[in-house]
RNA sequence: GGAGGAGUGGCAGAGUGGUUGAAUGCACCGGUCUUGAAAACCGGCGUACUCGCAAGGGUACCGGGGGUUCGAAUCCCUCCUCCUCCGCCA
């Protein structure tokens, strides 16, 4: 959420932002549907605080009165604080009214993307920031798309999943199984190498955890819910991870917290099937290794790039042919400022697939968190949030498997080798 | 799931209807003293919203929400959490 002050102080570079998201004049007047719903707030707020602090004054009155034994003028005011009640529940009315009005109003305003982010309406106008300039793995005529060679090796089965639970949730098996589990183990390990702090985060978390992270009540739509208990299934680490540190105010020399988890991630998926979600491209049930960072907001875009740079090894390692897009305005997510997209290549498929998304958050996050640092002077100010996938693991099983397909079976990037304890699938 | 007890500032812990945003201690910050440190002493030390150029005000918050009252940390209702006992159980 977008601070009012922000909108008030610095409208015109949050129009340039709005802009560069395509949004028209006609939906940038919003802003100035904030700012007259933010004062009347502020109105309403002033002048309820005054009735407040007269009728605290009162009520000292009356009992002083009362132990003077002035009963007669203790019932007078007593008349008049209860004019003012009256008063005060109208205002506290129209109060209330106003301020749903206006988060109402906030919760449609996307942030801002930062000065670097390129205007762009879709996909196609997103700027690729790293190519990839080697030569594709050269496959054999007859290759095999992952959810082929799942079945020739036996990793992983959809239409066990479809007995158990439905469509979109794979049931991993032998090598496969060990593979995925290898792969959680490498991520995590270099994430703590690269100074993250593991975290084994609930999968569950409740209203309060998903509002903070923005799930509610921008995608719900996304999320399982277990509605009997008030809890919601996880779409990715990042929220039980984030909410961490909500109503958290850490000393500025604790900046930056490092938090790496893996979870398995539940989403809905509601209405995004379509082409080019066969086998593991999209699924209901995954699993993903997360990074998020609180920074200093002086450092936050010196951390995003350094977040790029250490996916961008996890990739080298896997020796998976990658490129870096830096998302246009029109691209990007709700939430963030700026994001990077890692693509794998698929090599059966012949496409790239998404694999990770990195992105600085600024206090978009932060403020809705109450995620705030106290400066060598004492003030406190809203950290920034970053976070990124490193990785999500499907389509980079699924590259993985695609690429390394050989008539002897699937070799594994050594990297690998000391986490599934073979070489080789076959 | 059943019975009982408890939730107060970073921590500990007073406070059961009237100027208590909250005693006291610890921790922390600044100062005096000291060659330095410790001890001792003095002072400071919550967050959010809001008014003000500022100095400085105002309001709210004692697990969450609602209620009673002129007035609530204090009384009532409800939910949540923790502890003890019973039951169940990986």
């Known amino acids: 959420m977008l601070q009012v002050k922000r909108i008030r102080e610095d409208k015109k570079s949050i129009v340039n932002g709005l802009r560069k998201r395509n949004w028209t004049a006609q939906q940038i007047k ?13 109105a309403l707020q002033k ?17 002083q009165l009362m132990a ?6 203790a019932e007078k005011i007593k008349s008049q604080v209860a004019a003012h009640k009256e008063s005060l529940r109208q205002l ?30 879709s996909a196609e106008d997103n700027k690729i920031f790293r190519d990839w300039t080697k030569p594709f793995p050269s496959l054999p005529p007859d290759a095999l798309a992952h959810w082929d060679l799942a079945k020739k090796y036996n990793l992983f089965d959809f239409e066990l999943g479809v007995k158990l ?19 959680i183990q490498f991520f995590l390990e270099e994430n703590i190498k690269a100074g993250y702090e593991e975290i084994l985060p609930p999968h569950l978390v409740n209203e309060d955890t998903a509002r903070g992270t923005g799930q509610l009540p921008d995608k719900e739509g996304q999320m399982y819910v277990c509605e009997r208990d008030g809890l919601y299934l996880i779409p990715t680490a990042e929220v039980p991870v984030t909410n961490l540190l909500r109503d958290a105010i850490v000393p500025e020399r604790d900046l930056p917290i490092r938090y790496t988890a893996y979870t398995p991630c539940f989403r809905r998926e509601a209405g ?53 897009l830096l ?25 790239w697939l998404e694999v990770s998304s990195v ?41 993985l498997l695609e690429n390394n397909q050989t008539p002897e079976g699937i070799r594994l990037p050594k990297s690998l080798h000391k986490y599934t304890g073979f070489r080789m699938i076959s």
């Not at 290794?289 to 896997?318: D, F, G, N, W």
Request: glycine residues 8%; hydrophobic residues 35%; proline residues 3%.
């Open 165 to 183: 639970t439905g469509a979109g949730f794979p049931v991993y098996r032998g090598k496969g199984a060990k593979l995925q589990r290898a792969l």
């Open 30 to 42: 919003v802003l100035d549907d904030i700012l007259k719903a933010d004062d009347e707030r502020r």
């Open 47 to 63: 002048h309820i605080d005054d009735l407040l602090a007269e009728n605290k004054r009162l009520s000292a009155q009356i009992g």
């Open 68 to 73: 003077q034994g002035k009963r007669d003028e």
């Open 92 to 121: 506290e009315e129209r109060s209330d009214e106003v301020k749903k009005h206006l988060e109402g109003l906030l919760y449609t305003v996307p942030n801002c993307p930062h000065r670097s982010v390129p205007k762009g309406k």
């Open 359 to 399: 992105s600085n958050f600024e206090t978009f996050q932060s403020y809705r968190l109450q995620l705030r640092y106290r400066d060598a002077e004492g003030k406190i100010h809203l950290a920034h949030t970053l976070n990124g996938s490193a990785l999500a693991l499907p389509r980079i099983l699924a590259a």
């Open 327 to 351: 998302l246009c305005g029109g691209d990007m997510g709700f939430t963030s400022a700026k994001t990077f997209d890692f693509e794998v290549w698929s090599g059966a498929q012949q496409r």
């Open 272 to 324: 995004a099937w379509g082409a080019h979600v066969r086998g593991l491209n999209r699924v209901h049930q995954f699993d993903k290794v997360e990074i998020v960072r609180i920074e200093h907001p002086e450092r936050s875009y010196k951390a995003l790039m350094e977040m790029v740079r250490h996916v961008q090894r996890l990739m080298t390692k896997l020796e998976l042919p990658y490129r870096i």
